[in-house]
């Protein structure tokens, strides 16, 4: 069975924001939303999927989320504006 991972970013209107890893983006974003896991984005309200990529190896998404962590500020919201400029939440799209 081929399995996919997602590295993600969520956030909200004032733009705080959270990198995270999963195996199943659609369940873990619905946990984001509905703030069933205390944690740094219930506190803050983090509800609004902004950007994700799709890796075939759990070691590679690892990777890109540290590296993503390390990045300043700035080119977080410069790689999320290349694909989604109007912060949009993208859930709906992955549904």
Known sequence: MFRHFY????????????????????????????????GFSSKYKLHNLFYFEVFESVDEAIKREKQLKNWHREWKLNLIKKINPEFKDLYSEII
């Open 7 to 38: 590295v993600y970013i969520i956030g909200n209107r004032n733009l705080t924001l959270y990198i995270g890893v999963t195996s199943n983006l659609v369940k873990r974003l619905f946990e984001h939303k509905n703030e069933l896991v205390e």
